[in-house]
């Protein structure tokens, strides 16, 4: 294959992920639909068998039959795991394409990083049983790949500022540690909800199917915590010693620089509140989100509106 056949399929492969996560994203949603839908079938069938003159009789049941919402879940997950392979071959065949590590722009850096994101989510998936974050991580990965495609840019050499070996090391570490930031992201702003529900006396059949609050908060900590330690290593030790061979400095306040800076203060303060003021469950999770919030403002927001050394990488 030549380089132009190589870019050629990266670009359908990555356009064929897009749909399938889509249609992940679909099943998904229905399978929450279905759980109402479940939830609400036997209050239905209890009030209707209370009619006078009637005589009720239950529905024969077979257990060998899944719900459908448990169907959906999933098919859900095999559509990701279609979409996930096929956005790492987009991965694999552009940096073939391109002949260097496919993340030298926001469209590579988009595409690699929901790639990563759902690798990492398939894996614990595997370990831990979190398909309970489906529907926040798919829908998050649909809507960095459309950020991705309106910021495409054909396959082709890296500025000179980018040849380094620490480029691999720096993106790869700071990718792998976003994606462990969106899904303590997400298990923070479920906890937020059902404890909210729980408040209420209210917690609907969507909220019952999560774990419960302290479970998720377990797992916001766990993930944020290994995903600060690698942010540690990839965006303030891998990142100016890379910056030292590009421009000659460590360190120059260039504005993803401040911003890295910003986002590892807030993980930080998350971290130590945790553990000397005991900070769990809500204030925990709001310090979380805000942290998110400081990384996709870190990765996408300085280089669509705040010029600096980075801008090569829109």
Same mark, same amino acid.
């Given at each position: 294959?030549?380089?132009?056949?190589?870019?050629?399929?990266?670009?359908?492969?990555?356009?064929?992920?897009?749909?399938?996560?889509?249609?992940?994203?679909?099943?998904?949603?229905?399978?929450?639909?279905?759980v109402?839908?479940?939830?609400?079938?036997?209050?239905?069938?209890?009030a209707?068998?209370?009619?006078?003159?009637t005589?009720?009789?239950?529905?024969?049941?077979?257990?060998?039959?899944?719900?459908?919402?448990a169907?959906?879940?999933?098919?859900?997950?095999?559509?990701?795991?279609?979409?996930?392979?096929?956005l790492v071959?987009?991965?694999?065949?552009?940096?073939?394409?391109?002949?260097?590590?496919?993340?030298?722009?926001?469209?590579?850096?988009?595409?690699?990083?929901?790639?990563?994101?759902?690798?990492?989510?398939?894996?614990?998936?595997?370990?831990?049983?979190?398909?309970?974050i489906?529907?926040?991580?798919?829908?998050?990965?649909?809507?960095?790949?459309?950020?991705?495609w309106?910021? $495409?840019?054909?396959?082709?050499?890296? @500025? &000179?500022? *980018? =040849? %380094? !070996?620490?480029?691999?090391?720096?993106?790869?570490?700071?990718?792998?540690?976003?994606?462990?930031?969106?899904?303590?992201?997400?298990?923070?702003?479920?906890?937020?909800?059902?404890?909210?529900?729980?408040?209420?006396?209210?917690?609907?059949?969507?909220?019952?199917?999560?774990?419960?609050?302290?479970?998720?908060?377990?797992?916001?900590y766990?993930?944020?915590?290994?995903?600060?330690?690698?942010?540690?290593?990839?965006?303030?030790?891998?990142?100016?010693?890379?910056?030292h061979?590009?421009?000659?400095?460590y360190?120059?306040?260039?504005?993803?620089?401040?911003?890295?800076?910003?986002?590892?203060?807030v993980?930080?303060?998350?971290?130590?509140?945790?553990?000397?003021?005991?900070?769990?469950?809500?204030?925990?999770?709001?310090?979380?989100l805000?942290?998110?919030?400081?990384?996709?403002?870190? $990765?996408?927001?300085?280089n669509?509106? @705040? &010029?600096? *050394? =980075? %801008? !090569?990488?829109?």
């Amino acid at each position: 294959m030549t380089l132009a056949d190589y870019a050629e399929f990266s670009n359908y492969a990555v356009a064929s992920g897009t749909v399938v996560l889509a249609l992940a994203f679909l099943a998904h949603l229905g399978e929450l639909l279905f759980v109402r839908q479940e939830a609400v079938e036997p209050v239905a069938a209890a009030a209707g068998s209370g009619a006078p003159g009637t005589v009720a009789v239950a529905p024969p049941e077979d257990d060998d039959v899944p719900p459908r919402s448990a169907v959906l879940s999933r098919v859900g997950v095999a559509l990701t795991v279609v979409a996930t392979g096929l956005l790492v071959a987009g991965v694999v065949t552009r940096a073939l394409a391109s002949q260097r590590v496919p993340w030298g722009n926001m469209y590579e850096f988009g595409l690699t990083g929901v790639s990563i994101a759902l690798v990492v989510y398939l894996v614990l998936v595997r370990i831990t049983s979190v398909q309970w974050i489906a529907p926040l991580v798919t829908g998050f990965g649909l809507a960095i790949l459309g950020l991705a495609w309106s910021a $495409y840019v054909p396959a082709g050499p890296l @500025v &000179p500022a *980018l =040849h %380094s !070996y620490w480029l691999v090391i720096h993106v790869a570490a700071v990718m792998i540690a976003g994606a462990l930031f969106l899904v303590g992201a997400s298990a923070s702003l479920l906890y937020l909800l059902k404890e909210r529900a729980e408040n209420r006396g209210a917690v609907g059949p969507i909220l019952r199917r999560v774990p419960t609050i302290a479970a998720m908060d377990r797992l916001a900590y766990r993930t944020h915590a290994v995903g600060f330690v690698l942010w540690t290593f990839g965006a303030l030790i891998a990142g100016p010693i890379w910056a030292h061979y590009a421009w000659g400095r460590y360190w120059g306040w260039d504005p993803k620089e401040v911003w890295a800076f910003v986002t590892w203060v807030v993980y930080a303060g998350y971290l130590h509140a945790r553990a000397t003021a005991g900070w769990k469950g809500r204030r925990a999770a709001v310090i979380a989100l805000l942290g998110f919030a400081t990384f996709l403002f870190s $990765y996408y927001g300085v280089n669509i509106f @705040v &010029p600096g *050394l =980075h %801008s !090569y990488a829109k």
